[in-house]
C-alpha cells in the first residue's frame, strides 16, 4: 500500500472540492429538475415555446445556473489536481483536462439555451418567419443541451475514472469507495459511447444508469472529503498498531 503524506494544500483542496462538487450538484440539480424540465414540453414545440415567453426569468435562471455548474466543475477540477497530482502528475492532469472539457460542453448548453430563446423573440429580422417554424427551430435549438451532455459525458466518465484510480492508489478515502469508483465511472464511459453509436441503447439500458452509479460515487467522496478528510497510510498504521 502506498505511503503518501498529507500537506495543507491538498487538505485545503479536499475541502474546497467536497463543497465544490456538493453545490454543483445541487445547483445542476434544481437547474434541470426543478426550473428547465417544467418548461419543456416532449415533442411539443408551440407548448414549450409558450411556457419559456410565460417564464423568461425561470429559463434564464436555469440557463444562469448551468454556467454556475459549469464554474464548479473547473474548481473541482483544480482541486482535485492538487490532491492528486503527488500521486501520478500526468494522470491527474488528464482527469483534470477531460472534466475540463467537460464543463465547456456545459457551456454550450447555455449558448443553446440563449439560441433558443433569441428564436422566440419580436427581432424584425424573425418576422419574416412563420411562428410555428420559429418555434420549432426554438424546441430544436434546446433540445441541443441534451447533446451537449451525452458528448461531454465520456469526458467526464474518463475524468471520473482516472481519479477513482488515483484514489485508489493514494489511499486517502477507503479502498471499496475507490474501487465502486473505478467500475461505476468506467461503466458510465462505456455506456456514453455505445449511446453515441447505437442511439436505441438507452431501451436497453436507462439513461439514467449510465452516470447515477458515477454520480453517488462523486457525490459520496465529496461527503467523506467534508466529513473526513485525507486519510493517511500512517493514520492506518496507527489504527492498525492500537489494535
Not at 482535485?80 to 477531460?98: Q, W
Not at 440563449?114 to 427581432?123: D, K, V
Not at 454520480?215 to 497510510?233: H, R, T, Y
Request: aromatic share 14%.
Amino acid at each position: 500500500m502506498a505511503n503518501h503524506s498529507i500537506d495543507n494544500s491538498q487538505r485545503t483542496a479536499a475541502k474546497v472540492a467536497g463543497w465544490s462538487y456538493v453545490l454543483s450538484f445541487v445547483i445542476v440539480v434544481f437547474a434541470n429538475y426543478v426550473l428547465l424540465n417544467p418548461l419543456v414540453v416532449s415533442r411539443n414545440a408551440a407548448d414549450t415555446a409558450r411556457n419559456i415567453l410565460a417564464h423568461p426569468t425561470q429559463f434564464r435562471i436555469a440557463l444562469t445556473l448551468f454556467l454556475t455548474y459549469s464554474v464548479g466543475v473547473v474548481v473541482l477540477a483544480a482541486a482535485l489536481y492538487i490532491i492528486l497530482r503527488r500521486i501520478n502528475h500526468g494522470l491527474a492532469l488528464v482527469g483534470a483536462l477531460f472534466r475540463v472539457v467537460f464543463a465547456i460542453l456545459w457551456l454550450l448548453s447555455a449558448i443553446h439555451m440563449l439560441g433558443g430563446l433569441r428564436l422566440l423573440g419580436t427581432a424584425p429580422y424573425l418576422q419574416t418567419f412563420e411562428a410555428d417554424r420559429l418555434q420549432a427551430l426554438a424546441r430544436a435549438t434546446i433540445a441541443a443541451t441534451f447533446d451537449d451532455y451525452y458528448v461531454g459525458l465520456p469526458f467526464f466518465g474518463l475524468a471520473s475514472t482516472v481519479c477513482a484510480w488515483l484514489w485508489l492508489k493514494s489511499n486517502y478515502i477507503p479502498k471499496g469507495l475507490s474501487i465502486f469508483g473505478v467500475i461505476a465511472s468506467a461503466w458510465c464511459v462505456f455506456c456514453a459511447f455505445v449511446y453515441l453509436i447505437f442511439p436505441d441503447f438507452n431501451k436497453i439500458v436507462n439513461d439514467y444508469i449510465f452516470d447515477s452509479p458515477m454520480a453517488l460515487f462523486e457525490l459520496a467522496v465529496s461527503v467523506w472529503l467534508l466529513i473526513k478528510g485525507l486519510k493517511s497510510a500512517a493514520s492506518d498504521q496507527v489504527q492498525a498498531g492500537v489494535a
